[in-house]
């Protein structure tokens, strides 16, 4: 009796002590993303100190340093922290549902909806209001969710159905959105600053109107990841673990749909942080959804923020963005990738 206690308590500590260091590594990534954005609010064409800036953010007047933090750095930088998340839960998403670890919103068409759809106002019905592109942009984005599961939900849109089927929406997509933009110098010039992806014409107006959609996707998000890893099993072993396969795809669908469409009609088109972002995260918990999950969320919006820092400091113009989480984005790829071969081999 007295050997076997140590015995029985041993398997029980493992999982305790994964879960604390899980939890540890949350709080630093948290940590991380304050710091990250108050870099975010003190650094721009004009540099404010630390100091000023925390001074601003608990005891708002009206100096100059005062509006500059909070009519622009402020709106800036919370809706980048709420589009790195979005885009780093919907990458996550993708990667689980279709099993492939190069998925990213992008491969659904949910970019190339948005983009179709903001044409098409631009274009067509002449808007010229950001406000009101904002609308569009989210519609097509639900629009090219739809059609998607449409051509790839018989069988339960299988990961094998859905990565060919959501290829040649955005193909089709970006084919019309090109023509009109090549047609039309109007719709070029309204369109050509949000197709490269941008913070700064974001506003706190854009944050108000896309957040419900960003919350009710995070909250989809974090309800399927336990299904989610079921389904990791393999579709026969998801099933025989409680798992709805057509429900959790359908509502995967919708999860990507709400975040990435909402992200990309808020401010562009963004590559490689839905991509990469999950890559580091699992290698830090591991595949487990649970985890997954909120790490992206804390941590996409870390590297968000950065590079737009990035790009207001390395060159005389601001550059956007888009641009910079590009530059950015490939060669940290790419290394990834390197490292994961590397530890396989």
């Known amino acids: 009796m007295t050997t076997g206690a140590p015995t029985q308590a041993t398997p029980d500590r493992g999982p305790r002590v994964a879960a604390s260091s899980r939890v540890a590594g949350l709080l630093v ?42 009519s622009i750095r402020v709106p800036r930088t919370l809706i980048g922290i709420a589009v790195g998340a979005s885009l780093g839960m919907a990458g ?10 190069l998925a990213d919103p992008g491969l659904l068409g949910i970019n190339a909806g948005a983009a179709t759809a903001a044409a098409l106002s631009v274009g067509v019905l002449g808007v010229t209001d950001l406000r009101a592109f904002v609308w569009f942009a989210f519609l097509g984005a639900a629009v090219a969710g739809f059609v998607l599961y449409v051509i790839a939900g018989r069988g339960g849109a299988s990961p094998v159905r859905l990565a060919p089927a959501g290829t040649a929406v955005s193909a089709a997509l970006t084919g019309l959105t090109q023509a009109m933009t090549l047609l039309d110098t109007q719709t070029l010039d309204q369109m050509r600053f949000w197709t490269v992806g941008s913070l700064e014409r974001a506003d706190g107006g854009t944050l108000v109107r896309v957040l419900p ?76 959804q649970r985890w997954v999950v909120p790490y992206c969320a804390l941590l996409a919006p870390a590297l968000l923020l950065l590079a737009d820092v990035l790009g207001r400091v390395i060159a005389r113009e601001e550059i956007d963005v888009g641009v910079v989480t590009a530059l950015l984005g490939a060669p940290l790829f790419i290394a990834l990738v390197r490292h994961t071969k590397a530890g396989r081999a």
């Open 92 to 101: 996550a998403l993708m990667q689980a549902l279709t099993r492939n670890p």
């Open 213 to 288: 959609f960003l919350v009710a996707g995070l909250v989809l998000a974090l309800f399927l990841a336990r299904p989610l890893n079921a389904l990791a099993l393999g579709d026969d072993a998801g099933k025989s673990l409680g798992a709805h396969l057509g429900w959790t795809r359908a509502l995967t669908l919708v999860a990507v749909t709400l975040l990435a469409g909402a992200a990309t009609a808020a401010v562009g088109p963004l590559v490689f942080v839905g991509l990469a972002v999950p890559h580091m995260v699992r290698a830090i918990t591991g595949p487990d």
């Open 29 to 70: 990534a948290l940590l991380v993303l304050v710091a990250v954005a108050l870099l975010s609010i003190a650094v721009g064409s004009r540099s404010i100190p630390l100091g000023t800036v925390l001074d601003a953010l608990f005891h708002r007047d009206g100096s100059d340093s005062s509006y500059v933090v909070w």
